[in-house]
């Protein structure tokens, strides 16, 4: 079965740090394009960032510099590292796996609903 | 920076049709996929590519693309097909989402 797991739900203070991960089975992550997609509390989707098969990799203006997507070939899993956290990142994120080449999100992971709070 | 417009909501009797818009200057140019989410669960990709449907889709979700508009149609609605909808494009390497569309089934 083509799947997407994420990891459970986090509490961090404004400034912390955070990776989340989302563990692919059914198909190869690094073959594939990756997004992260987040969703604040009642409002609508937000697109995050991107990493490329070839490993190039792009991120929405509001997490430039701030949030890495990565992968481990070896665990088949993608990753977003989050730094310098703010309120304003508390949202469900999710990974999707592009069924071409920036094409449709076909396959969703559950969601992981991270909070920035102190 | 690249936005797509979609009404707020849109209501529709029982087993009538129902359309949602996506709106943008040229967007009869792109690409355009379209995701429905239920409350508390992860979207799902009812439209891929304009106009078609990945496999368990019902053939009553239908898509097109002209101009300035995208619309997403569904036939027969019913009471299951209740939900937030959202357009998607990808401009150069950045994806854009609608602000979604919240289907009332009356």
């Known amino acids: 079965e083509v799947r997407l797991v994420q990891s459970g739900r986090h509490l961090v203070q404004p400034g912390g740090s955070l990776r989340l991960s989302c563990a692919a089975s059914?198909?190869?992550?690094?073959?594939?394009?990756m997004t992260w997609v987040r969703q604040a509390p009642g409002k609508g989707l937000e697109w995050v960032s991107v990493?490329?098969?070839?490993?190039?990799?792009f991120y929405a203006d509001s997490v430039k510099d701030r949030f890495t997507i990565s992968r481990d070939n070896s665990k088949n899993t993608l990753y977003l590292q989050m730094n310098t956290l703010r309120g304003e990142d508390t949202a469900v994120y999710y990974c999707?796996?592009?069924?071409?080449?920036?094409?449709?999100?076909?396959?969703w992971g559950q969601g992981t609903m991270v909070t920035v709070s102190s | 920076s690249y936005e797509l417009t979609q009404p707020l909501s849109v209501s529709v009797a029982l087993g009538q049709t129902a359309r949602i818009t996506c709106g943008r200057n040229?967007?009869?140019?792109?690409?355009v996929h379209w995701y429905q989410q239920r409350p508390g669960q992860a979207p799902v990709l009812v439209i891929y590519r304009d106009s078609n449907r990945p496999s368990g889709i019902p053939e009553r979700f239908s898509g097109s693309n002209s101009g300035n508009t995208a619309t997403l149609t569904i036939s027969r609605a019913q009471a299951g097909d209740e939900a937030d909808y959202y357009c998607q494009v990808w401009d150069s390497s950045t994806g854009v989402f609608g602000g979604g569309t919240k289907l009332t089934v009356l």
């Open positions: 059914g198909f190869t992550v690094s073959t594939n394009y």
């Open positions: 040229n967007i009869g140019s792109k690409n």
């Open positions: 990493i490329y098969s070839g490993g190039s990799s």
């Open positions: 999707a796996r592009d069924r071409s080449v920036l094409d449709a999100l076909d396959i």
